[in-house]
């Protein structure tokens, strides 16, 4: 899971490891923001270990600085090749699921998808700065422009951004009963109890990059999105669907359940005012492999 370390195999190795590895967890985080895999982000954690391994440490003055640049820098640069391979994509794209994370930040699942929209460096410049708290300075040299650049960086993704930060904090419980109220209703076919939970704009999506069945684009409006759910209703009526566990799943209310198939899946739900405007399913399996 996010955040394992590695031994090294001889003193050098030992040595590295011992410095690096309290800060592996910060370092899945950034990266994980930054790319929105969790499998990619420990890969370019991993990476950025080896090239600890290789690097005069003894110069190092700030170690944490200094992987956290090395580690912004590998995910920039696997932004660019990611960013052809999410064009070909099938149906809608989410970020892998995040399941029972205590939250250090407010990077919810709908503001990771605000930041796709982003170019990789407002994505960095606002990431490292508003959510990491890195000074202006420190992201400029990470990000390899002056530092006035680097503040019209994160001013224009602040402003594209803006609506997706969450505008206040939903009390835990309070989601967790929403989320199994809404797995009861969905489940049962309960189309009262369950449109009694959304809002008029909620929209659905659902990712199952072409290895599950889902829809191909997303599934707006209250109307929509409640016939969607009556179809569901009667195909779980006859395959079934089990609840695993309730939980956070990127800082929103949601559950993990296991489908007909046998295959898990997830939802998260975007609360405003009591009412639910968002539902973001995981199907694709690929991105559930890290999921229990």
């Known amino acids: 899971?996010?955040?394992?370390?590695?031994?090294?195999?001889?003193?050098?190795?030992?040595?590295?490891?011992?410095?690096?590895?309290?800060?592996?967890?910060?370092?899945?985080?950034?990266?994980?923001?930054?790319?929105?895999?969790?499998?990619?982000?420990?890969?370019?954690?991993?990476?950025?270990?080896?090239?600890?391994l290789g690097t005069d440490r003894d110069a190092v003055r700030e170690p944490a600085a200094f992987l956290r640049r090395t580690v912004t820098r590998l995910c920039l640069d696997q932004l660019k090749s990611a960013r052809a391979t999410r064009e070909t994509y099938i149906g809608p794209w989410l970020p892998d699921p995040l399941v029972e994370e205590e939250e250090e930040d407010d990077v919810t699942l709908p503001l990771m998808l605000a930041l796709e929209r982003l170019s990789p460096l407002e994505r960095a410049a606002f990431l490292l700065h508003d959510v990491f708290g890195?000074?202006?300075?420190?992201?400029?040299?990470?990000?390899?422009?002056?530092?006035?650049?680097?503040?019209?960086?994160?001013?224009?993704?602040?402003?594209?951004?803006?609506?997706?930060?969450?505008?206040?904090r939903l009390e835990k419980e309070r989601g967790l009963e929403i989320a199994n109220a809404f797995f009861a209703a969905s489940r049962s076919g309960d189309m009262g109890a369950l449109g009694a939970m959304l809002a008029a704009d909620v929209g659905m999506w659902s990712d199952g990059g072409g290895k599950r069945?889902?829809?191909?684009?997303?599934?707006?409006?209250?109307?929509?999105?409640?016939?969607?759910?009556?179809?569901?209703?009667?195909?779980?009526?006859?395959?079934?669907?089990?609840?695993?566990?309730?939980?956070?799943?990127?800082?929103?209310?949601?559950?993990?359940?296991?489908?007909?198939?046998?295959?898990?899946?997830?939802?998260?739900?975007?609360?405003?005012?009591?009412?639910?405007?968002?539902?973001y399913v995981m199907r694709n399996p690929d991105k559930l492999k890290h999921v229990h």
Request: aromatic share 6%; glycine share 10%; proline share 5%.
């Open 134 to 168: 890195v000074e202006y300075d420190e992201v400029a040299k990470t990000i390899d422009r002056d530092p006035a650049a680097t503040r019209q960086l994160a001013a224009r993704a602040r402003t594209h951004v803006r609506d997706a930060r969450p505008r206040y």
């Open 213 to 279: 069945p889902a829809a191909m684009v997303p599934v707006l409006g209250f109307n929509t999105v409640m016939t969607l759910h009556r179809s569901l209703a009667v195909l779980f009526g006859k395959h079934g669907s089990t609840l695993v566990h309730t939980g956070t799943i990127n800082g929103l209310p949601g559950f993990v359940t296991r489908e007909a198939d046998g295959e898990l899946q997830t939802t998260a739900l975007e609360i405003e005012d009591g009412k639910i405007v968002g539902i």
């Open 1 to 52: 899971m996010m955040g394992e370390g590695i031994s090294g195999e001889n003193f050098g190795g030992q040595d590295a490891a011992a410095s690096f590895d309290p800060l592996r967890p910060l370092l899945v985080r950034v990266a994980y923001r930054m790319l929105g895999s969790v499998a990619d982000a420990e890969d370019v954690v991993q990476d950025a270990f080896l090239r600890w």
